[in-house]
């Protein structure tokens, strides 16, 4: 089961009353944060060549022609390049398929401790560092500025959240299970550790590796639970490199929808959207690009691409929309869709372009919204098309506004 279908599966089991603290896990940032560590766990590689690992002690070398997942432990203070930070998935990859790559000609030597790595490497705090999407890479001293030092027991950790040592050590919670009363069962930590980065799963139920280790190999150990302050608003980007489950993408081929063709038009805006994970499915295996869209589904993507200095509420914008369009939770037309993603930017005038619709007139109440969208390119406007406003929007329009509006900035008021 995937990570987002698990989180749907905890909110709509989860007891009257647990969906609160659930809701954390579920935000599209942190499903996104989980995806950003999956792309440094998750990577697969075969090294060309004998690659020397940290300290160069035999359990932590690479050999050639062998099957490796995750990116090698190294601190490449000196020599070398942090992945993903220096440099990206697609040419970590390109280096180990290459002989003459410095990754078998020569070693990477921490500057502080001396130690030869991987020349392209990662250590446990770049990991969480990109993991929250963070501007640059911070040291077990840095990333508590981030975050928020929580008292408590094992408990209260929440996807999403770091288990720190200042000037040690750090790991991450990627992953939970819970039981029907919302009480936590099971536990993913992923961290960068030698020989490469892994993840690990502690459970109620396993005499080896149960819950209460957390307390003795973390808690007592002086580990403290910091709970990153922008979780919510990590972004993500699919690279096809670490073709992820769940990601849709036409250049690698990765599409977990039998219903969506590569080469459609709304394909890419598909893509993006479910992607960043302000979309799912409608079933594991289907999107329904050309189903209505309803207008709180819209609403709740709007919030997501809108800008916050100028997003208006959820309550504020459902209020305008019934005011507007009348009742809640139906179908969106074509000028309503277009309407809302208007007043979610703060209802901005047009700048006094022509009109190019024949069948849109701007004394319409979602008329200066229509020629606005048009204005900023985010819908297309032939002079003289049509725009169709009494049309059902599908959920691919909806894709596809929100794309357009991410790919071509706002020109704010």
């Known amino acids: 089961m995937?990570?987002?279908?698990?989180?749907?599966?905890?909110i709509e089991t989860a007891p009257d009353g647990a969906t609160g603290e659930l809701h954390p896990v579920l935000s599209s940032g942190v499903r996104n944060l989980v995806k950003r560590a999956r792309q440094i766990t998750d990577i697969r590689w075969t090294p060309v060549g004998e690659i020397v690992g940290w300290k160069d002690r035999e359990a932590n070398l690479f050999h050639a022609g062998t099957a490796y997942s995750g990116i090698p432990?190294?601190?490449?203070?000196?020599?070398?390049?942090?992945?993903?930070?220096?440099?990206?998935?697609?040419?970590?990859l390109r280096q180990v398929r290459d002989p003459n790559s410095p990754m078998f000609s020569q070693r990477s030597v921490s500057q502080i401790q001396r130690n030869p790595s991987a020349f392209y490497s990662c250590e446990c705090s770049a990991f969480v560092s990109w993991a929250w999407g963070l501007k640059q890479r911070e040291t077990t001293l840095t990333l508590e500025r981030f975050g928020t030092v929580l008292k408590g027991g094992w408990e209260i950790l929440q996807v999403g959240d770091c288990l720190l040592r200042e000037g040690k050590h750090c790991v991450l919670v990627t992953d939970m299970t819970l039981d029907p009363s919302g009480a936590i069962t099971g536990l993913e930590l992923s961290e960068e550790r030698q020989p490469t980065a892994r993840r690990r799963w502690y459970r109620a139920s396993d005499p080896e590796r149960p819950l209460s280790a957390l307390q003795t190999d973390y808690l007592e150990r002086g580990y403290v639970i910091l709970r990153f302050r922008g979780r919510d608003g990590v972004?993500?980007?699919?690279?096809c490199a670490v073709p992820l489950e769940g990601d849709l993408c036409p250049r690698c081929g990765c599409n977990p929808f039998c219903d969506v063709r590569l080469d459609a038009w709304y394909t890419p805006a598909v893509a993006f959207v479910c992607n960043q994970s302000w979309m799912t499915g409608t079933a594991a295996d289907r999107f329904e690009p050309e189903k209505p869209i309803s207008r709180d589904t819209l609403i709740d993507l709007l919030q997501m691409c809108a800008a916050p200095s100028v997003r208006n509420n959820k309550d504020a914008l459902s209020a305008a929309a019934r005011k507007q369009f009348g009742g809640s939770g139906q179908t969106c037309t074509r000028a309503e869709l277009v309407s809302l993603l208007w007043q979610a930017f703060g209802r901005p005038r047009a700048n006094g372009a022509p009109n190019p619709f024949r069948d849109v007139k701007g004394n319409e109440a979602w008329g200066?919204?229509?020629?606005?969208?048009?204005?900023?390119?985010?819908?297309?406007?032939?002079?003289?098309?049509?725009?169709?406003?009494?049309q059902s929007a599908t959920r691919a329009d909806a894709a596809q506004l929100v794309y357009r509006t991410c790919l071509r900035p706002v020109k704010q008021p």
């Not at 972004?235 to 690279?239: A, F, Q």
């Not at 919204?369 to 406003?389: H, K, N, R, T, Y």
């Open 2 to 10: 995937t990570f987002w279908h698990w989180c749907k599966e905890r």
């Open 73 to 92: 432990y190294g601190q490449p203070h000196r020599s070398g390049s942090y992945v993903p930070w220096q440099t990206d998935f697609p040419e970590f």
């Open 235 to 239: 972004g993500y980007l699919h690279s």
């Open 368 to 390: 200066p919204a229509v020629l606005w969208a048009a204005e900023q390119e985010i819908i297309d406007a032939p002079i003289g098309s049509c725009f169709a406003p009494n």
